[in-house]
């Protein structure tokens, strides 16, 4: 079945470091391609998306290519913010219209003054 | 952008009793909502997917009978937990699926969660 793997954590950086966060997933065809975060105590909050090959889904600073021939999503940002300490989770989501987001473990990062 | 909330946020109970956590999608309607479970530093478990009107769909494991789930109109749905004991604390999490066209159809907005905790 589809599955995500991603970089185990704790992530700490300082602030304004450079941040990479690997994902590779599992499935058959072209599933779309998710990266969530999670603040503490909260639920989780869409970053960004990808949903073709070749894509670059962005948002926040934050940046993930969707390569196909690397079955990989990695979320990537230049400078990280204290602001940025949360869990990132990536995740698919299954072609045709599967309903089943499939999730990633999550990373925690974070980042010190 | 579409809000999706839940209620109670925090919720305490004793062994024994039930619990009823709600999750609203306040500016769309949802036909397909989906109920997450969350341990500490894990990832999410989906627990079962409700669409409005019929019952809901259990992820293998996951007892219907101790979680029952409602979906009684397009912008409500409830977990209820019955017979509550400690090892069902956890921080559960309701998602809902927008009712449009398109791939966008198929995005799931996050409400913020609900942390059970049974005594």
């Known amino acids: 079945g589809d599955s995500v793997t991603q970089m185990e954590g704790p992530v700490t950086l300082s602030e304004e470091a450079f941040l990479t966060i690997n994902c590779t997933y599992t499935a058959t065809g072209y599933p779309s391609l998710f990266w969530y975060v999670q603040y503490p105590g909260e639920g989780l909050q869409l970053l960004l998306k990808a949903t073709k090959a070749d894509d670059k889904g962005s948002n926040k600073g934050f940046e993930a290519t969707y390569r196909k021939e690397t079955t990989s999503f990695h979320l990537e940002k230049g400078s990280v913010q204290v602001s940025d300490s949360a869990v990132y989770f990536c995740?698919?989501?299954?072609?045709?219209?599967?309903?089943?987001?499939?999730f990633g473990k999550g990373t925690k990062l974070t980042v010190n003054p | 952008g579409a809000v999706v909330s839940q209620h109670p946020s925090r919720v305490i109970c004793k062994s024994g009793t039930s619990v009823k956590i709600e999750c609203r999608s306040l500016d769309f309607q949802a036909t397909t909502m989906f109920w997450y479970r969350q341990f500490p530093k894990q990832s999410l478990m989906l627990m079962a997917t409700?669409?409005?009107?019929?019952?809901?769909?259990?992820e293998q494991g996951v007892e219907k009978d101790k979680f029952l789930i409602n979906h009684a109109s397009l912008t409500l749905s409830t977990l209820t937990v019955t017979s509550a004991h400690p090892e069902d604390s956890s921080f559960y999490i309701c998602s809902a699926r927008e009712m449009t066209s398109g791939l966008s159809s198929y995005e799931q907005y996050f409400g913020p969660g609900t942390r059970l905790t049974v005594t």
């Open positions: 409700s669409n409005e009107g019929s019952k809901a769909t259990y």
């Open positions: 995740a698919l989501l299954g072609q045709g219209g599967s309903e089943k987001l499939v």
